[in-house]
Every structure is written in structure tokens, then in C-alpha cells.
């Protein structure tokens, strides 16, 4: 990826190759806000070897030509024509093989090309080369530099008028240029990133391994080269790439811990770093090894992996959802509604909170001493079940019940108005705002009540065919204590409509369909849109976008977020309002990006809530569920939510015991350590844990590495190098234990990987795909059953049922076998066949069964088995196994939407997700990609109706489907 | 490995490098293998071994006795000395006795390349037939004006079905499974021809290697020979030095004369006489190239260039390098070179090989970096550094001498075959064997300590 800017071109482009061999060049439009494609193409060739060391693109920096080194022993040019177009791209062959890097210098009058590359005898040099466009050829360039430093691999090439190359290596850098060569040594350190400071390029940002920055300076008097000087700033992360932005401010982007931004000081602080940081960029990669738990036992899952590496190395929680945090809870039955109340309008803090049951009220106070207790406001009507309270203008609270509606004054407690239903009809609901007041009696009365200083005034009273069902003022405008508009929601027609007040002339009428009343309605506002919520008795929701002045309503969507009827209440935290949607899958509904977002609250069932914001709980929420009432803080409102436990050591495995709620977590210290060709002893080491302690308690040689370990019918099964082998846990005459080798098989290149169900035994081999194992137990003995002769080098497995087995390849890819159980012959049932595969672009570290989100075991998508897995550059992912019927309409979904959604620079979606290895290229099969299919619900009304159309079903229908699926992550 | 496993999983090592790396430690300890062993059901030297291209399964053999047996290389038939040693017999072969079987010796067994169900051989007995693996019957012949000596598929072929056939005629045939017919008659060498290549980047493009030492290169879909490989060919000085155009600026020019310059491209200079790696090509995009060298070359191609040599003696062996960009022919002398293809140079490299059979076309290999050639030298099976020449293995294991080296790039294993008619198979060296006897009488005594 690179930014340029042709001559005569007001703005930068973008230049990308990927590692399937395409490019495209982008541009910016301001206008649209859109990416424009200004040119892709293909860049693959058939000869040549892909590069060991990865790929490189480069552009000129008078952008003459790009510049890819992408085969060993090739470097192919895509030269500009004037009016800043690509021409036809040509290759050069490259003699040297182990390139290690190429840059563009600059100040030449062709483009020059700088390769840093390795010899035969693992000697280091710099060679140059002119490109010369006409032949299509090299020229042999200005100046080259032979026995470098071995640890040499990195170039910087300086801008102009400086010019030449910064040579990085692992003791020393070195300036080199047509007319000059400067070196300095540096303390042994390998040089991962680097960024430029000024135009000129005098001075460069370095980062290390060890994750200190350091700023190099090319001292110089005019256009003359005379040193380098190079000062430790501080540390950061480790780096992977930096990015200097302004006045000292910079980017630290890592691959092995949070990416930073980083300002850099003029004077030392007190432990002599120059780096302060401002900002940390939560970055999960590498996924070394996670695992999922349910520590709540709530059947939701919780990732925690071991992320990071070396000193950044860390353990995070990644949770779905969001959580409160319990501060008090009370044991109280039967509670029919919350609300919470000051003791004058202005205060900022709630202090009544009146809770109503089914024939009484009763009203909670904070106390001196910060606690809770019950408390009497005397003009309320405590005897009968309270339907609405609220704050009121001028100091006053208004309290609805069955009968009348009382306004009391909040600081004498005292009752100061009163108005009684007419005889014979019972206020059935009721909302209030703090200057008004809507009920609904029985036989569909609505009367409309406004609130004065210690009155009670009825403006309006109409009477409507149906009952009512539910109603809602919440003040949207810019008054906050007055509404414009009423939404009510109707029995019989299953209607939801919108009143002017305070004349109640019906604007809208909204037929909701099907059979199930609305059970509740909202408006309110996000992000400075107005809508109206409408939930359903089945836990359905129904949202829409609200003119204000018209009161019309458009923009209609529907989503499920429970099965049972949900009350809809707002609540500000962080300043933000957000709606809490109570039901048996409590959510809370919040906007981003002008976009209604839904986010699970991890409790189960919760029956009420009302915002609590209290002096002693300040910014909490109160949460009536299952006969308890809870006070307690919500998380920050978004979807996903990392905790980091920081390591500083690099965290490799981790596993978790649910009896005692502890994790066993293998850690390695940052230590450089001599390679060693092949292990041929291990250890087994097996520890008990007493009184939070590890005690030794034996050990066990092993003849090579142990590469995984297994429990497995009560007996311990390890991966050793070729092997695996199965230990019993004996007793010894003594009263010691020992690990005792029972069985084992070999035929292994490398067992790595070993999951196991039941007897049988999956093993992930380093380079020979996946094999199926069976332990008998009468002979005691581990057999082959069958394996997949593919020879795929593995990088993780998981069984995804009896029959299929899942794999994760070196290639990024994923794919499934299934047991051939039906085989005509012995040799037929020993393979295993290919049933699904896919390239997923990430290196897949480790897969485990589980899920992120609450899990409903009644429902259907509960019945749909999940595998979630961890990627090198920190991508959680969740696979699902669809059933049959879904998986076909969801494929002709996707099917349908790639035309409609174009690929960034015109990649190709289909091409992207083919299988591919070193052999072959083989379309995705019996995957789906959920990314895309979800992105349905992103697409505007338009496009959404050209997909339907496509597929000849319902845009809703399709809304649901697609719905349906994302509830599965 | 335990080290480049836990750098792979946080991402510090590329995947493909560590796969690279592995596989090239697993090649450079290839040793003869002890745990898999072909049946050969040979009676005479076998000529021929090629393992498909599809699944990498099984292995195609052909010898002197008119015989062709096909072999699953993954999984054994039955096993020995107590499931260590695992048996590989043939799963049929098709002999003299055969009703449409070779009546003399099968020089030449290949695969079609698309997929298991077709194989080709080519004879002594002036035939080659292609036959249906499923129901071992030839369903194809040609009858060739010659002994045929070598025959090849193109890997790369999407839109023909032509076999090549070099024979003891000075012409190459190509043979069309389709129609059953020739299609094309190759005319330039002045002798038999002992061995054929397709390009392994172009399915149009072959290689031949005749008896009268010459190469020849030839894009099927013209007429006419476009290269013929000379020896006395090199790089050198094919890349221009330093080039200092007229309008170079004052800065650049300044450069080139300093000495210190200078004295960098003399030494890059000697390193390139003393033939190391560096391969000089000119090159530049393939199609323009060959216009070019069309413009250059045709009609009538010099008579100089046209009477080149590439070996003296005999080419008896050639082989594309997988990653499409040099050739290595094997010849008479007892030379191995190593040819640039795109520029038709001789890389000048210098392979230690000893004694290479003369009489008779041998059967080069490769393995997948391309990093190490393994070539038939006599009795014995050399892996040869393909940039240094340099002999990195020596195999030893064959009674006679070998005629055959055939890679099997999905488990890093050599099978070669000689007149000792033997196949043998060359696996990675794990310290399986040992550790599986130790283990063995380990797991004896503890249960004995019991």
C-alpha cells in the first residue's frame, strides 16, 4: 500500500497490491465521499517463484513508474504515461534471488531502484539499477556497496536534496550514496519500522524489536552529508510501521500489541523518555491461543486470549455485549413498574425511586448514610398500583394510578392537585412528560392533561375506536419539557398512531400488521434523528425515522430481540441517550454513524428499568428482574468489550478450569534463544494446584518436543514430534504417580494439532492435512482410520461433529473433511473427502468451540453449533453451521449481493474467497461469507430492492433472514 | 522447529517462508528410505518413473522388459517386519503379455496431465500407445518412424492434447490424443532426438535435445525452430555497465568517475567470471521478446546460430525448472548446464557430476525452490546446489546405474530407478526410525519395571 501524487494532480492516490497478485490504484472523491477505482489489473505471472521474504510495491518518487517485486528473480514495472495513466506493466529480470528489500532513491534522473540482497555465501550487498523504460531493461546504476552488515535489512531512500540510502542492519546503519558513506554503529537491535520526520529527510523515527524508538539524524552541511547521530527516545509497543504526523505527534502502529499515538517531548521526563502517550489502539493480534468460558454461567461466552507477543504480550477478555456492574441489589417480588423521581426539578441527582406492584406503590429513598430505604411521600396514593410517575415543572410530581392522576408538590410531599378518572372507567395507561400528561382509559378515551403551577388542566379528551394499548410523549424537540407530537399504539387494528397535542388531531396511522399488539412506544431522538420505536408483544421492535413537524413516519424496520413483550425506557450515559429495551433478551438500542445499532445487556430476563442517576450511584441504572431489584452501572455502549490484563511476558496457551474458575496460562520470557534444528527430548510435567499454588508433582521424558496435550478417556494424550502417544496416570507401589506410556502411533511428519471426541483422535499434521485416529480400547491400541491425502500444512483443527473436521491451512485458508463412512472398501473409507473450503486471508491460530453471545437453548438458532477462532493479526471469528435450507438461500443471497456490492478497486469478492495454495485455485465451496451477507442490512432501500428483486423474496423477509443470522455473533 | 512453530504462530515468520524452509531442511537430508519400499515387478532396467500431476499419488513406472506399472504412493499395500516397513506393490501393470503390450523395451512412461485416467508410453518397438488406467487397455497408438526415446505431456496445456516424441528420427512428432493423428513434424535436428521438455510457463513452447548435442526451442504455433542453445553463449557483459547518457547531471556523473564506484563494478565483475549465481538475462516482457527475436530469427535462421551446440555429444536429459525460467540439460559429456530461458544463455555454472551415462536418456529432477538438481550420475543419485553446482547429496543405493530421478514435491520424497531394476525411494531423514526402535525397547522395560 501506497500513497502517491502524480505531477499536475491536486490529491494522493492509493496504490494497493494484494497477495493474490492484483492492484488498483484509488482516489479519493469529496464530494461523493466515495473511493474511486482509477486502475486495477492482474499482476500474476506464470513463472517465477513467489518471494520467501514477502512482497514489495514501490512507486517512483516522480512517479515514472510502480515498481513489484513479487517472484523471485523478477521485478516487474507498471510505467506512468504523461497524462499520469498506467501503461502496460513489463517485467526486468532481477539476477540477484534473496532480495531483501528495493527502494526508489530519489534525485535521479531516471528511476533508480536501490536492492538490498543476500549472496550465496549469506553475504549482504546494495546494488542499484537504472530503469530504462525504452529497453525495457536495467542499466546497471551508479553505485553499489558489497559486505554489509548481516543483519542489513531494511532501506530508507532520503529525499532530495539529500539523496541516497539509509542502510539499517543490526549494528550499524550506514549512509550510502553516489558520493558519500557514513556509519555509526548502534547497540544490537533489529530494526522492525521507521518513519520520516521532516520533508527534507534528515531525520527518521526508528523502532526496534524491543519496542524503543529512537531518532536518527543525517547531520549536513548544505546538499554534504557529513554524519549520523542516533538518540533513544523512549519506548512504545513494538513497532510494525510509524507514521510522523504534526508537531511531534506520531502513529506507533504494531502487530504485537496496541497500536499507539505517541507524542514526543522536548525534555526528558523523569525517567528520560522523550515518548508520551496519548492515545492506545486496541489491537488483539497475534491470537496465540484463547479460550471461551462462561464465567457468569449464563450461557454466554467470553473469549480470553493470550494476545500479543514478546513484551506486549497480554491477556484479554473479549465479552459481546454489555455488562452492568452490580453496586446494590434488594430481594423484591412482583414489581410492576420503576420510576425515579427528584426532589425538585433542578437537581441533578434522582432521589426517590417509586416502585409500583399490584395493589401498592412504595417509594425508596437514599438515606444519609447512603442507603437505600423505604420512604412515604405523602401525597402520593400508595394502596393501588402506580401506571406512571414523573418529575414536573415547578417543583412538582405527578403520580398516575388507576384512578386518578395526583400532582404533589417535591418539597412539602404534599398533594396540591388532583384529577379523577370519570365513574366506570380506569386509566389503563398513562405517560407524562414534566409539563404533560397522556391517559388512556378503558373504551378508548384519551384524555390529554397539561401540568401548571399546582394544576391540573384537561385540555383535550377524545375518544377513539379502539383501546389503547400504549402510549408515549417523550419530549423530542427542543423543549425539554414539552412534546409536540403523542405516539399511541392501538389494540383491535394493531395500529400505532401520531397526535398533535395539544389538540390530538391524528397525523399518522401506521398499520403495524400481523397479530401481535404493540406493547410499548417511544420517541425519541439520536444523533439529532427522530424516531418512533414501537415494541411488539412477541419481542419484536419496530423502529422508525420521525418527521418532526409532520409527524410522518418512513424509514420502516423491524428486528427481533427477545420472545417476550418489551418496555422500552431512554437513559443517558456518557452523555449520550440510549434506549433500554427490557424483555426476556434485554438490549439497549443506541445510534452510530446515523445508524440504530443493538447492543445485548448481559442479564437475563429483566422485567423494568428506570435510570437511577444518584449521588451515591451516580450514573446507574435500576433493573427489576426475577424478584430482585439491582442498582447497578452499564458498561460503555458499544459491542464489543476488551478488557486487557497486561503480561509483559509473551502468553502461548491458556486453559481454564471451571470447577475451581482458575486459568493456567503458559508464558515465555523475552529471551533470545539458539535455534535448534529438530527437539529430541521433552518434558511432560504434570503440577497439582493446592491453595493456589503449582507443586510438581512428577515429570516425564519425552523423546522430542511436546507439541499438544489432550485429556482423553481419563488418560493423557500428547503430540511428541512423529508421534502420539497415549500416557496412563499410575500409581506406584509408593504411593507416588507417574505418567506410564500405554500406546501410541506414529506416521507423523509433525503432529501439531490434536483434538479428540469420544475414542476418536483428529491430528493437524505440519504438512500432511488432517488424520483420523482410533483408540481401541480392548487392544489398547491407536489405529489409523483415515486421512486426507492433501497436502496441506496445517496451522489448526477442530471436530466439528463426528463425521466433519475442520482445518485452518498455511495458505489462509479453511476447509472441512468429512469421514467417508459409506465406502464401498477399506481404501475408499481411509480418505477423507473434501467437503467444504474457503480462503479466509488470516492466519488461523487456534479454533474452540463456543459462542460470544447468549445462547437460548429454546430457540432455533440456539440449535446452531458455532467454532469460534483466533487469527495472527488478532481477528476473532465465528463460523456457524448453517442448516441446509438456510445455507441455500443465504448462498443465492450472497450470490446476488456481489454484484450489487463492488469491491473496493474492483476485487473480486468471488476471488478473494477461492481456495488457494501453492498448487491449485479452487472456488469457495460450502461457505458463506457472513461479512458480506450482514452488509445487507448497511445498503440503501434502493439497492436493497435490486437485491430482492434478484432473489424474487421480500425485502423484509430478506431483513429478517439476514437479522436472524447476525444474532449469532 | 519448536522455535520457527512458536514464530509462525505470532506471525514473525511468513507462513510460505517457514513452509520453504521446512521443506528444503526436509530435501538437503534425504537419505534411502527404510520404512517404504516399492516392489518392483521389473525384469529389466527401468527406464521411466513420473509420479501424476493431479493428486501426486501415483507413480508411473517403465522398463526394459516392455513393462509399465503404475503404483499408489500413499498408501502401502501391506506392511513388514511388524507394520514398520511399508510395502508399495504395483496396483497393475500392463507387459509383453499384455494383449496391446510394447514388444520391446518401454523407454518412456508419462501422465496425462489433466487427470489419472490416461498414460502414455512411448517404445523401442516403434510405438507409443496411450492407455486408460482404469481398464489397463491401449486405446491409442502411433506408429513412429523410430525407436521412440522420450515422450512429454505439457502440465500447462489447456487447449491441446499433444504428445511430444523424440525418436531415433531427426524429427519431432507431435501426437494428437484427440484426433490420434500427428499434428505437427518438428524439423531442424541432425540426429535422433533423446529427450523432450515442455515449458513450464507456456503451453505453447518446447525444448528437445537431440543426439547431435543441439537444444532446440520451439513455439508450436509457428513454424520453425526459434533457439537453438549455445554453449559459448554467456552472460557476460549483456547487461550494459554504467551508462552515462549525455544528459547525465553534474551529481551522477561524478559518481561514476570516483573510484569508489568503480571498484565496486570490477569486483561484481569477478565475482560474475568466477561463476557464482549471478545470471545475467536480458530480458524484458516475454511476448516482446520473442517478437523480437521472431523479427531476428526467422525466415532463415543463420546458419552459424542454427548449427550451435549445446552439449558435445548427446543431450540426454532436459528439465524445465517449475518456476518457468531455466532449463537444465544433461549430455554425453558428462556436463550438466543450467540455460537462462528467457535469454537462451548459458549460466556457465559448474555442476560436479562426475560421470553421467552416455547411451542412454536419463531423467533429471528437481526439487521445489528449484534449490537442489538431482541427476543420475552412473550408480549413484547426486543433488547438486542449483545456484552453486556445488554437490550437497550424494545417494548411494542403486547397484547399477541409475536412469531415473523423479521428486515428489507433496511429501519431499525421491524415487529413482536404474538397471538394477529397482525403484528406490529417498525420503527426509526423521529421527522417526531411531527414536521408534528406542521407544520400542523403552516402553518394553517399563512395562517390565512394572
Keep these: ?969 | 522447529m519448536w522455535q520457527a512453530i512458536k514464530d509462525r504462530e505470532t506471525g514473525r515468520v511468513r507462513s510460505n517462508s517457514f513452509a520453504n524452509r521446512f521443506k528444503s531442511r526436509r530435501v538437503s537430508s534425504l537419505q534411502l528410505s527404510n520404512r517404504k519400499d516399492f516392489v518392483s515387478p521389473h525384469r529389466g532396467s527401468v527406464n521411466s518413473l513420473q509420479v501424476d500431476l493431479t493428486e501426486g499419488r501415483y507413480l508411473l513406472s517403465g522398463a526394459t522388459d516392455g513393462s509399465a506399472a503404475v503404483f499408489d504412493v500413499q498408501r502401502a499395500t501391506d506392511y513388514e517386519a511388524s507394520g514398520l516397513i511399508a510395502k508399495h506393490k504395483c496396483i497393475f501393470t500392463v507387459d509383453k503379455q499384455h494383449e496391446h503390450g510394447h514388444k520391446f523395451a518401454i523407454s518412456s512412461a508419462v501422465w496425462y496431465p489433466i487427470d489419472t485416467g490416461l498414460f502414455v508410453t512411448g517404445s523401442y518397438d516403434q510405438f507409443i500407445k496411450v492407455w486408460d488406467t482404469n481398464t489397463a487397455q491401449a486405446v491409442v497408438d502411433f506408429k513412429m518412424p523410430g525407436k521412440v526415446y522420450r515422450t512429454a505431456m505439457s502440465s500447462m496445456a489447456m487447449s491441446h492434447t499433444l504428445i511430444a516424441a523424440g525418436t531415433e528420427d531427426v524429427q519431432v512428432r507431435l501426437c494428437d490424443i484427440a484426433s490420434g493423428a500427428f499434428s505437427h513434424t518438428l524439423s531442424g535436428h541432425r540426429d535422433g532426438v533423446m529427450s523432450v521438455e515442455w515449458s513450464t510457463s507456456s503451453e505453447w513452447i518446447l525444448y528437445t535435445g537431440g543426439c547431435d548435442g543441439a537444444i532446440r526451442f520451439w513455439d508450436i504455433r509457428r513454424a520453425g525452430c526459434f533457439r537453438v542453445l549455445d554453449q559459448s553463449q554467456t552472460q557476460l557483459g549483456v547487461r550494459p555497465p554504467v551508462l552515462k547518457p549525455p544528459e547525465v547531471s553534474s551529481k551522477s556523473s561524478s559518481a561514476a568517475k570516483s573510484s569508489f564506484g568503480g571498484q565496486n563494478r570490477l569486483k561484481t565483475l569477478q565475482n560474475k567470471q568466477t561463476g557464482s549465481q549471478s545470471i545475467k538475462g536480458s530480458s524484458s516482457a516475454k511476448a516482446s521478446v520473442e517478437k523480437s527475436r521472431q523479427k531476428k530469427l526467422h525466415p532463415g535462421m543463420l546458419s552459424t546460430l542454427d548449427r550451435a551446440t549445446a552439449h558435445y555429444g548427446v543431450v540426454t536429459g532436459l528439465k524445465a525448472t517449475n518456476n518457468g525460467m531455466y532449463l537444465l540439460s544433461a549430455g554425453s559429456d558428462s556436463r550438466i548446464r543450467l540455460w537462462d530461458i528467457e535469454s537462451g544463455c548459458n549460466t556457465l555454472l559448474n555442476f560436479e557430476t562426475g560421470r553421467i551415462q552416455t547411451n542412454k536418456a536419463i531423467q533429471l529432477d528437481t526439487s521445489d525452490d528449484p534449490a537442489l538438481v538431482f541427476v543420475p550420475c552412473m550408480k549413484t543419485v547426486k543433488g547438486f546446489g542449483m545456484w552453486s553446482g556445488r554437490t550437497t547429496l550424494m545417494l548411494r543405493g542403486h547397484y547399477e546405474s541409475v536412469n531415473t530421478c523423479c521428486f515428489n514435491s507433496n511429501d519431499q520424497e525421491l524415487y529413482t530407478s536404474g538397471a538394477d531394476r529397482q525403484i528406490l525411494v529417498w525420503s527426509p531423514e526423521g529421527s522417526m526410525e531411531d527414536e521408534m526402535v528406542q521407544d520400542e525397547v523403552a516402553e518394553d522395560k517399563d512395562n517390565w519395571s512394572d
Design chain 1, 1 to 969: 500500500m501506497e500513497l502517491f501524487r502524480p505531477h499536475g494532480e491536486a490529491q494522493d492516490f492509493l496504490f494497493i497490491a494484494t497477495e493474490r497478485y492484483k492492484f488498483c490504484v484509488l482516489q479519493w472523491d469529496y464530494e461523493s465521499s466515495e473511493l474511486i477505482t482509477r486502475a486495477m489489473g492482474d499482476v500474476s505471472d506464470r513463472i517465477g517463484r513467489p518471494t520467501d521474504n514477502g512482497q514489495i510495491g514501490i512507486i517512483d518518487p516522480d512517479c515514472r513508474v510502480i515498481g513489484l517485486h513479487l517472484y523471485d528473480g523478477l521485478f516487474k514495472v507498471i510505467p506512468f504515461d504523461n497524462k499520469g495513466q498506467l501503461n502496460e506493466a513489463f517485467n526486468i529480470r532481477l539476477e540477484e534471488l534473496q532480495v531483501l528489500d528495493i527502494k526508489f532513491l530519489y534525485g535521479c534522473v531516471k528511476p533508480t531502484i536501490a536492492v538490498l540482497y543476500q549472496d550465496n555465501k549469506d553475504a549482504r550487498h546494495l546494488k542499484t539499477y537504472e530503469i530504462s523504460l525504452k529497453d525495457k531493461e536495467f542499466v546497471e546504476g551508479p553505485w553499489s556497496q558489497n559486505n554489509l552488515d548481516n543483519g542489513a535489512d531494511l532501506l530508507i531512500p532520503v529525499p532530495s536534496p539529500l539523496c541516497g540510502v539509509l542502510i539499517i542492519g543490526e549494528e550499524t546503519i550506514v549512509y550510502c550514496s553516489a558520493n558519500a558513506f557514513k556509519a555509526i554503529p548502534i547497540r544490537p537491535s533489529i530494526t522492525k519500522a521507521y518513519g520520516r520526520v521532516d520533508l527534507d529527510g534528515s531525520r527518521y523515527l526508528l523502532g526496534d524489536h524491543a519496542g524503543l524508538i529512537h531518532l536518527l539524524v543525517i547531520t549536513h552541511e548544505k546538499e554534504k552529508v557529513t554524519g549520523l547521530k542516533i538518540e533513544l527516545l523512549g519506548e512504545t509497543s513494538i513497532a510494525s510501521s510509524i507514521s510522523y504526523l504534526d508537531n511531534a505527534v506520531v502513529f506507533v502502529g504494531s502487530s504485537y500489541g496496541d497500536s499507539q499515538l505517541i507524542k514526543l517531548n522536548m525534555q526528558p521526563d523523569a525517567k528520560g523518555s522523550y515518548v508520551e502517550i496519548l492515545e492506545k489502539y486496541v489491537n488483539l493480534g497475534p491470537i496465540v491461543d484463547f479460550c471461551v468460558v462462561d464465567l457468569e454461567r449464563q450461557g454466554q461466552g467470553q473469549v480470553v486470549t493470550c494476545s500479543g507477543a514478546y513484551k506486549d504480550g497480554s491477556l484479554r477478555i473479549v465479552r459481546n455485549g454489555i455488562g452492568i456492574n452490580e453496586q446494590a441489589s434488594v430481594e423484591l417480588q412482583g414489581i410492576k413498574g420503576m420510576w425515579s423521581l427528584k426532589s425538585s426539578i433542578d437537581e441533578a441527582f434522582d432521589t426517590f425511586l417509586v416502585v409500583s406492584f399490584i395493589s401498592e406503590t412504595r417509594i425508596l429513598a437514599m438515606n444519609i448514610e447512603d442507603e437505600l430505604e423505604e420512604t412515604e411521600i405523602e401525597g402520593f396514593s400508595s394502596q393501588v398500583q402506580t401506571l406512571f410517575c414523573h418529575d414536573a415543572v415547578y417543583n412538582q410530581l405527578v403520580q398516575v394510578t388507576s384512578n386518578s392522576v395526583r400532582l404533589v408538590s417535591s418539597t412539602t410531599r404534599e398533594l396540591r392537585n388532583k384529577w379523577d378518572a370519570p365513574a366506570g372507567f380506569a386509566v389503563n395507561v398513562a405517560t407524562a412528560n414534566a409539563s404533560q400528561v397522556l391517559l388512556a382509559t378503558g373504551g378508548g378515551h384519551l384524555v390529554y392533561l397539561e401540568i401548571g403551577d399546582g394544576t391540573l388542566t384537561e385540555v383535550k379528551h377524545v375518544l377513539l375506536e379502539y383501546e389503547v394499548s400504549c402510549l408515549d410523549i417523550n419530549p423530542i424537540g427542543d423543549n425539554p419539557n414539552h412534546s409536540q407530537l403523542a405516539a399511541v399504539g392501538m389494540w383491535t387494528d394493531i395500529s400505532v398512531r401520531i397526535f398533535v397535542l395539544p389538540d390530538l388531531t391524528l397525523v399518522t396511522k401506521e398499520q403495524l400488521g400481523g397479530e401481535i399488539i404493540p406493547r410499548s412506544v417511544l420517541l425519541c431522538s439520536f444523533e439529532g434523528i427522530s424516531y418512533l420505536l414501537c415494541a411488539l408483544g412477541d419481542g419484536h421492535l419496530l423502529s422508525f425515522q420521525l418527521d418532526t413537524s409532520s409527524g410522518k413516519l418512513r424509514d420502516r424496520k423491524k428486528v427481533s430481540l427477545g420472545t417476550q413483550p418489551i418496555t422500552l425506557r431512554t437513559f443517558s450515559s456518557k452523555s449520550a441517550t440510549h434506549v433500554f429495551a427490557a424483555s426476556d433478551r434485554p438490549a439497549v438500542i443506541y445510534s452510530n454513524n446515523k445508524k440504530l445499532l443493538y447492543s445485548n445487556v448481559n442479564l437475563k430476563e429483566v422485567s423494568h428499568m428506570c435510570p437511577f442517576n444518584s449521588a451515591a450511584f451516580p450514573d446507574s441504572l435500576a433493573i427489576a428482574r426475577e424478584g430482585e431489584l439491582t442498582i447497578g452501572t452499564i458498561d460503555a455502549i458499544q459491542k464489543l468489550h476488551i478488557r486487557t490484563i497486561p503480561i509483559g511476558e509473551h502468553a502461548r496457551r491458556i486453559c481454564h478450569q471451571e470447577q475451581t474458575r482458575t486459568f493456567a496460562i503458559c508464558c515465555l520470557r523475552n529471551q533470545p534463544s539458539a535455534e535448534e534444528s529438530e527437539m529430541h527430548f521433552g518434558r511432560i510435567l504434570v503440577f497439582i494446584v493446592e491453595e493456589g499454588r503449582l507443586q510438581l508433582i512428577t515429570e516425564k521424558e519425552t523423546k522430542g518436543a511436546v507439541y499438544s496435550l489432550n485429556a482423553f478417556n481419563g488418560k493423557l494424550l500428547a503430540a511428541i514430534n512423529q508421534k502420539i502417544q497415549l500416557y496412563k496416570w499410575m500409581l506406584r507401589d509408593d504411593g507416588t504417580r507417574e505418567l506410564q506410556s500405554e500406546c501410541g502411533h506414529h506416521g507423523h511428519i509433525l503432529a501439531l494439532y490434536v483434538q479428540t471426541r469420544g475414542d476418536f483422535i483428529v491430528v493437524g499434521d505440519l504438512m500432511k492435512s488432517i488424520s483420523l485416529l482410533i483408540y481401541k480400547h480392548e487392544e489398547g491400541a491407536i489405529e489409523e482410520r483415515a486421512r486426507d491425502y492433501n497436502a496441506n500444512w496445517m496451522s489448526a483443527v477442530e471436530i466439528l461433529d463426528d463425521d466433519i473436521y475442520l482445518g485452518a491451512d498455511n495458505c489462509f485458508n479453511l476447509f472441512t473433511v468429512k469421514k467417508n463412512n459409506e465406502g464401498a472398501t477399506d481404501e475408499e473409507r481411509a480418505r477423507m473427502e473434501v467437503v467444504g473450503e474457503y480462503h479466509i486471508g488470516e492466519f488461523v491460530n487456534r479454533f474452540r468451540h463456543g459462542s460470544l453471545v447468549m445462547r437460548l437453548p429454546d430457540s432455533e438458532i440456539g440449535q446452531i453449533q458455532t467454532v469460534i477462532f483466533g487469527t495472527v493479526s488478532g481477528m476473532i471469528g465465528v463460523l456457524a453451521s448453517l442448516p441446509q435450507e438456510q445455507y441455500a438461500f443465504l448462498e443465492k443471497l450472497q450470490t446476488s449481493l456481489r454484484k450489487v456490492i463492488k469491491g473496493v478497486g474492483g476485487l473480486s469478492h468471488e476471488q478473494w474467497r477461492s481456495f488457494n495454495n501453492e498448487k491449485r485455485t479452487a472456488e469457495a465451496k460450502s461457505y458463506l461469507d457472513g461479512d458480506l451477507i450482514e452488509s445487507f442490512l448497511d445498503l440503501s432501500r434502493g439497492k436493497m430492492e435490486e437485491v430482492s428483486k434478484g432473489m424474487d423474496v421480500q425485502v423484509e423477509e430478506l431483513c429478517k433472514r439476514v437479522e436472524e443470522l447476525t444474532r449469532l455473533h
